[in-house]
């Protein structure tokens, strides 16, 4: 870390979402956003969020639109609370503008915490005059939205947990410097796509992950075998990459999915984010495997499907999907890359 140009500066940095292949579903500190157990995902290149951010001494209070509108009551404080962490390490105390714009498919209900959160980490650290690493972007994004450290890099990602079974390489002292992403450099990454199916049809609001999955870690009797299969899914996912065993990882995508959402369902009061169209999406995963395609289900705080595929068999198996019964819209993305900057008017 290191101080560069005085304020104001203004700064517009852009991520990419990505899909957990292995999940993050607990916190075991909440009040610093550090997960329970570790993760892997792909960042996807099809879906991203451009975030404008500038600090103005003129301003007095922070202001935050999204997509254009000005975000919600709840949305601020949440976005403002985590400010104060750039503020506090650079030093100053100033107010921000954040203008952040997602470029997903049309209502598609995809969550974009993870790519607003590391777009805003990058925004907002540059226009604050810090230039970080990306593990500490990592982490402070982390501070934000847990799978957003992921976010700060393309690619497949792991990010650990920063627990006793779980840390990084070269772990540091506390917690937070332990809680990180890192990318998982792989030849497997320019193969893998991720079909995205839409499930639309009236769907209700359900509950976001955030609250979800406390509830899960303090109802659900499954919750402590869903921690233990993270850990042991982990190091088996971070095994097949290495092997560039894609069969080896789709088993295990699918498969860890369909364990959080066990826990989740099993938590009381349930927690259902499936729809019927989520049930036709995954027999239609299962007949592409039998049919000797290459295609792995995953869902996350909603009910759309994701199928893990390769560059080979994408087209089919978005053919496929499209014609599911439920699904609105589908798209194919490859790997994506990591946060960056795309414009930094102080650096004009
Ligand atoms: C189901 O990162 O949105 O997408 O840290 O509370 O902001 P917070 O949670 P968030 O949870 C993501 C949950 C998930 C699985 C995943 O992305 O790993």
Same mark, same amino acid.
Request: aromatic share 4%.
């Given at each position: 870390?290191?101080p560069?140009?005085?304020l104001?500066?203004a700064?517009?940095?852009?991520?990419?979402?990505?899909?957990?292949?292995v999940k993050?579903w607990?916190k075991?500190? %909440?009040?610093?956003?550090?997960?329970?157990?570790?993760?892997?995902?792909l960042?996807?290149?099809?879906?991203?969020?451009?975030?404008?951010?500038?600090?103005?001494?003129?301003?007095?209070?922070?202001?935050m639109?999204?997509?254009g =509108?000005?975000?919600?009551?709840?949305?601020?404080?949440?976005?403002?609370?985590?400010?104060?962490?750039?503020?506090?390490r650079?030093g100053?105390?100033?107010?921000a503008?954040?203008?952040?714009?997602?470029?997903?498919?049309?209502?598609s209900?995809?969550?974009?915490?993870?790519?607003?959160?590391a777009?805003l980490?990058?925004?907002?650290?540059?226009?604050?005059?810090?230039?970080?690493?990306?593990?500490?972007?990592?982490?402070?994004?982390?501070?934000g939205s847990?799978s957003?450290?992921?976010?700060i890099?393309?690619?497949?990602? =792991?990010?650990?947990?920063g627990?006793?079974?779980d =840390?990084?390489?070269?772990?540091?002292?506390s917690?937070?410097?332990?809680?990180?992403?890192?990318?998982l450099?792989?030849?497997l990454t320019?193969t893998?796509?991720?079909?995205?199916a839409?499930?639309?049809?009236?769907?209700?609001?359900?509950?976001?992950?955030r609250?979800?999955?406390?509830h899960?870690?303090e109802?659900s009797?499954?919750?402590? %075998?869903?921690?233990?299969a993270v850990?042991?899914?982990?190091?088996?996912?971070?095994?097949?990459?290495? %092997?560039?065993?894609?069969?080896?990882l789709?088993?295990l995508v699918?498969?860890?999915a369909l364990?959080?959402?066990?826990?989740?369902?099993?938590?009381?009061?349930?927690?259902?984010y499936?729809?019927?169209?989520?049930l036709?999406?995954l027999?239609?995963?299962?007949?592409?495997?039998?049919?000797?395609?290459?295609?792995?289900?995953?869902?996350?705080a909603?009910p759309h499907?994701?199928v893990?595929?390769?560059?080979?068999?994408?087209?089919?198996?978005?053919?496929?999907?499209r014609?599911?019964?439920g699904?609105?819209?589908?798209?194919?993305?490859?790997?994506?890359?990591?946060?960056?900057?795309?414009?930094?008017?102080?650096?004009?």
């Amino acid at each position: 870390m290191s101080p560069s140009s005085p304020l104001p500066r203004a700064v517009t940095a852009r991520a990419h979402a990505n899909i957990a292949l292995v999940k993050y579903w607990g916190k075991r500190d %909440a009040a610093r956003n550090l997960p329970a157990a570790g993760s892997l995902s792909l960042t996807l290149d099809a879906l991203t969020t451009v975030t404008h951010v500038a600090f103005d001494p003129a301003l007095p209070a922070d202001t935050m639109s999204l997509d254009g =509108r000005p975000a919600g009551a709840g949305e601020l404080g949440r976005t403002s609370a985590w400010l104060d962490l750039v503020r506090a390490r650079a030093g100053i105390a100033t107010r921000a503008r954040v203008d952040s714009t997602n470029h997903f498919p049309t209502a598609s209900g995809l969550a974009s915490s993870a790519s607003g959160y590391a777009a805003l980490a990058l925004a907002a650290t540059r226009a604050a005059g810090l230039t970080l690493t990306a593990r500490e972007l990592s982490i402070l994004a982390r501070q934000g939205s847990g799978s957003a450290a992921r976010s700060i890099f393309g690619g497949l990602v =792991r990010l650990h947990a920063g627990t006793p079974t779980d =840390r990084g390489a070269d772990a540091r002292s506390s917690d937070d410097d332990e809680a990180y992403a890192v990318a998982l450099p792989s030849p497997l990454t320019s193969t893998l796509r991720m079909v995205i199916a839409i499930v639309g049809g009236g769907v209700p609001k359900t509950i976001g992950s955030r609250d979800a999955m406390d509830h899960c870690a303090e109802t659900s009797p499954f919750y402590a %075998a869903w921690i233990a299969a993270v850990e042991r899914d982990l190091p088996a996912a971070e095994a097949a990459i290495a %092997a560039g065993d894609v069969a080896a990882l789709g088993a295990l995508v699918e498969a860890n999915a369909l364990a959080m959402h066990a826990a989740a369902i099993a938590s009381r009061p349930a927690i259902i984010y499936w729809q019927p169209a989520t049930l036709a999406c995954l027999a239609t995963v299962r007949a592409l495997r039998g049919a000797g395609r290459a295609a792995w289900g995953t869902m996350d705080a909603g009910p759309h499907v994701k199928v893990l595929t390769t560059a080979a068999d994408a087209d089919a198996v978005a053919a496929a999907m499209r014609a599911t019964a439920g699904v609105t819209e589908v798209m194919i993305s490859a790997a994506g890359g990591p946060a960056v900057v795309v414009e930094d008017a102080a650096a004009c």
